[in-house]
């Protein structure tokens, strides 16, 4: 097999240093350092280890959905319904401590109703062929509906003390509880994408589902699972946020999923789907966490920081095309 | 035939890279009114690129674009359109949903004093256009509404509404039958008599000689020559084209028939095909004719299991085997390359390399996890073997050609290993030096025992190659041919239905 039939080809052209240096990635780490540095200047507080331990959780929630959800994206699906199941697995847990159960069923329920949350998106989606968009928007819809039957105008408080660990409790120091997931959660997924075949046949998917099927891929058990996985963050996140706020309302996470694709977007991946990094959504969540916090410190006032941050986004993703239109 | 003295449009020392590819180096072409100058060459060879920099798509490196003689450039799309540049593409870039005035009339249509669109001059002068090349069409039709040939037409229509000087056909006559073919060959008549200048690209010889009036060779993104049809041979542009005399045209070796490796039984579909059955056996090739429309593709598919028979049974080797996934079949050992190389076949946003090991991943990774080394050691291996021509294994597919295109998509199969390799149109559209080696390694593979079915509606094509061919129509095996029983004659009857007593 390795006569010399045909010409050598090699097997790659840049080095993936160089292709680092050139990556949307390393533009967001710029611009991360950049905003740290004007927030330091422009807030005396803002170096102070606390204040940047909450900081993180203006982030640390919505990442832990969004890397789920960048699989989905880059696989070329979407899930709109995940501040939804936040709703529905808090109520839910919220019901069970009414009932009396103790924080790890509390826990198991969270995840559970997740869990079964994204695989009825992933049956609608993958089973029946429905567009993920228009399934997870009525999902949406019906997940927090449900809550809101359940609750009206009431809330559940008085969860258990040592549920409290999840949303308020330190590992050491500044370091939170919802950091140490958001790490470990960054580390699975980025070894998940870019290391197994798994996240191998997401990109394929991403890139042309036709073409994986004919490559012998089985395209809906893939995407079944990332909706499963979407739900099992989903459900983590709803106990982190749950356990933070103390108490269950039916609006909890309301606007979520907005703000979730929109990390996603930032951190580089494709909305088209076919592209995009871990590492990305991770820098991104950072620097949207960054900014929020910084424009707070400033006393900017809520509804102009939401202007800032879509300005922000628009900027960042017409970048790359302003930037290839003048290459051309 | 008028010789004119200038040129319209002449390229001089044009030169386009991409990343790692010298996709043109140094061409030259020149374009003359009322004739027809055909551009020959494999793909691959640049033919692509000269179309996008003539229409302002790419901007070249190097080089001059001479429009009469000056120098001009085309920055955009719109600068070509108004140096009277057009281009009618292998799928015409049309909108389904508008009419033909308002296709063609898109961008430039006639105005009122207050600026709206005039829609009766828009109509009348659209009537005038297609009543100018013959075409009987109503410009108040949605083009949703009309087949492709007519859509051709609106397409020409399109390119003199704006009063071109030159027009690119790029394959033009890849979807139409032979009656439109004529057709387009009589449009293209009128539009010499006319003055225009026509580029016409096309890997037809038949074709070629018969409406070119001048040839222009590229190879390898080089100018190779140029000259008049008159004093072409079909022998000399190959050799050009190729840079080697291409005398064997089929190269199959004669083969060591040996067990079965695919027995099918009765297969059956609702709409497509029924009762199916046939052996295919260890080193051989089983070719597959039949009009467009008798279910050739349709049964490949649902022997590789993208559709679920409803009828039938299939054993491999020994084995009786349900196929009911891809995955299945890969498993089995069935791999089908398709037919629709840019939809089902390469996945363009991805690598070469990953391209090529996606079926493979069990094998290459260690637990689940991926190990480059060896995707790339494996990539290797069957791309070498193939003679793909590419800048780097980690190249996107999609900046390939159709032929190298097709090179992965093999590469892909022949890495799993596979015991039963279906080619479903494998060298459609494809040059003739990718053609050969195409032909070239389907003999070597039979040689090494794999068993091969190639679904093919060229008949010299099918003839040259196969050891048998099924004949099949409407969804039914029509014939079976072996030895002297093939001949194009029995094809043609079996596939159309007539004197079954042949």
Redesign the interface.
């Known amino acids: 097999?390795?006569e010399?039939?045909?010409?050598?080809?090699?097997?790659?052209?840049t080095s993936p240093l160089t292709r680092a240096l050139k990556s949307w990635e390393a533009l967001l780490l710029v611009v991360a350092v950049l905003i740290f540095i004007a927030n330091s200047l422009a807030s005396p507080y803002f170096l102070d280890p606390w204040n940047l331990s909450d900081a993180s959780f203006n982030f640390t929630e919505k990442a832990m959905i969004a890397f789920a959800v960048a699989l989905l994206i880059i696989s070329g699906e979407i899930d709109l319904s995940v501040g939804s199941i936040i709703a529905l697995s808090s109520t839910v847990m919220g019901l069970a401590m009414t009932a009396g159960a103790g924080t790890p069923v509390l826990v198991l329920l969270g995840l559970a109703t997740g869990l079964a949350c994204g695989a009825f998106n992933g049956l609608l989606v993958a089973r029946f062929g429905l567009p993920s968009i228009v399934v997870t928007i009525g999902t949406m819809s019906l997940f927090r509906g449900i809550s809101y039957i359940v609750l009206g105008d009431g809330a559940f408080t008085g969860y258990p003390a040592s549920f409290g660990w999840f949303g308020q409790g330190y590992v050491f120091w500044v370091i939170t509880v919802e950091l140490v997931i958001f790490g470990f959660a960054a580390i699975i997924f980025g070894v998940l994408l870019h290391?197994?075949?798994?996240?191998?046949?997401v990109?394929?998917i991403g890139?042309?589902a036709?073409?994986?099927?004919?490559?012998?891929?089985?395209v809906e058990r893939v995407k079944f699972t990332l909706f499963l996985l979407t739900g099992l963050m989903s459900g983590i996140a709803a106990i982190c946020l749950t356990s933070r706020l103390g108490s269950t309302r039916p609006s909890i996470a309301a606007g979520f999923e907005l703000e979730v694709v929109t990390i996603v977007v930032l951190g580089g991946v494709s909305i088209l789907g076919?592209?995009g990094s871990i590492i990305g959504v991770v820098l991104a969540a950072i620097l949207m966490g960054l900014v929020t916090f910084g424009l707070g410190l400033m006393n900017v006032p809520g509804i102009v920081m939401s202007i800032i941050v879509g300005l922000l986004l628009i900027a960042v993703i017409a970048l790359p095309r302003l930037w290839s239109m003048a290459r051309? | 035939m008028q010789h004119a003295a200038t040129p319209v449009l002449s390229l001089r020392g044009i030169v386009k890279t991409f990343?790692?590819v010298r996709a043109l180096d140094g061409v030259q072409m020149d374009l003359h009114p009322g004739q027809v100058t055909a551009l020959i060459g494999e793909n691959g060879a640049g033919k692509s690129t000269i179309v996008k920099i003539l229409t302002g798509i790419?901007?070249p490196d190097e080089g001059q674009i001479l429009v009469d003689g000056t120098e001009t450039h085309f920055p955009t799309a719109q600068a070509a359109g108004h140096a009277g540049v057009t281009a009618i593409h292998q799928e015409t870039v049309l909108f389904d949903d508008m009419t033909v005035a308002e296709n063609i009339f898109i961008g430039h249509a006639p105005r009122t004093r207050l600026g709206l669109i005039d829609r009766a001059a828009m109509q009348r002068r659209a009537r005038d256009i297609l009543t100018g090349i013959g075409a009987d069409l109503n410009p108040a039709v949605r083009l949703r509404d009309l087949g492709i040939a007519s859509k051709h037409l609106v397409a020409i229509a399109r390119a003199l509404s704006i009063d071109a000087r030159v027009v690119i056909m790029d394959e033009p006559t890849a979807a139409l039958s032979h009656k439109e073919i004529a057709e387009l060959y009589d449009l293209v008549g009128k539009l010499k008599a006319q003055g225009k200048a026509i580029l016409f690209i096309s890997h037809k010889f038949d074709e070629i000689f018969r409406i070119a009036d001048r040839w222009t060779v590229f190879r390898d993104g080089r100018f190779v020559g140029e000259g008049l049809m008159t004093a072409a041979t079909e022998a000399e542009l190959v050799r050009l084209m190729v840079g080697r005399s291409v005398d064997q045209i089929y190269p199959k070796r004669p083969a060591r028939i040996g067990a079965p490796a695919l027995t099918v039984a009765g297969y059956a579909h609702p709409t497509e095909f029924d009762d199916i059955t046939f052996t295919l056996h260890e080193g051989e090739i089983l070719g597959f004719y039949g009009l467009i429309g008798a279910g050739r593709s349709e049964v490949m598919q649902a022997l590789?299991g993208?559709t679920q028979p409803s009828k039938g049974a299939t054993r491999i080797g020994e084995e009786v085997r349900v196929i009911r996934?891809?995955?299945q079949?890969?498993?089995a050992g069935i791999?089908?390359v398709?037919e629709d190389r840019g939809?089902?076949?390469?996945?363009?946003?991805?690598p070469i390399?990953?391209n090529v090991t996606?079926?493979s991943?069990?094998r290459t990774?260690r637990d689940?996890?991926?190990r480059l080394a060896q995707e790339?050691a494996l990539t290797?291996?069957y791309?070498?073997?193939?003679?793909?021509?590419?800048?780097?294994?980690?190249?996107d597919v999609g900046l390939l050609s159709g032929g190298n295109q097709q090179k992965v998509v093999i590469a892909?199969w022949l890495a799993?290993r596979p015991r039963v390799i279906i080619l479903d149109e494998p060298t459609k559209g494809i040059d003739i030096g990718s053609k050969a080696a195409v032909h070239d390694f389907m003999s070597e593979l039979a040689a090494e025992g794999l068993a091969v079915i190639m679904v093919s509606s060229e008949i010299p094509e099918v003839l040259g190659m196969s050891d048998r061919v099924i004949v099949m129509r409407a969804g039914r095996i029509a014939a079976e041919f072996a030895g002297d029983q093939m001949t194009p004659e029995n094809l043609v009857r079996a596939a159309v239905g007539i004197g079954d007593a042949a």
Not at chain 2, 343 to 350: N, P
Not at chain 2, 383 to 395: C, M, V, W
Request: proline share 5%; hydrophobic share 40%; no cysteine.
């Open positions: 097999m390795t010399h039939l045909g010409r050598q080809i090699p097997d790659r052209l290391r197994t075949n798994f996240g191998r046949m990109y394929a890139n042309n036709v073409a994986a099927r004919f490559s012998g891929i089985r076919g592209s051309r | 990343p790692g790419y901007r590789f993208i996934s891809t995955a079949a890969v498993a791999v089908y398709p939809r089902q076949g390469a996945i363009k946003g991805l390399f990953q996606l079926p991943l069990k990774s689940g996890f991926l790339f290797r291996d791309t070498q073997r193939l003679d793909l021509r590419a800048a780097s294994l980690d190249q892909k799993t």
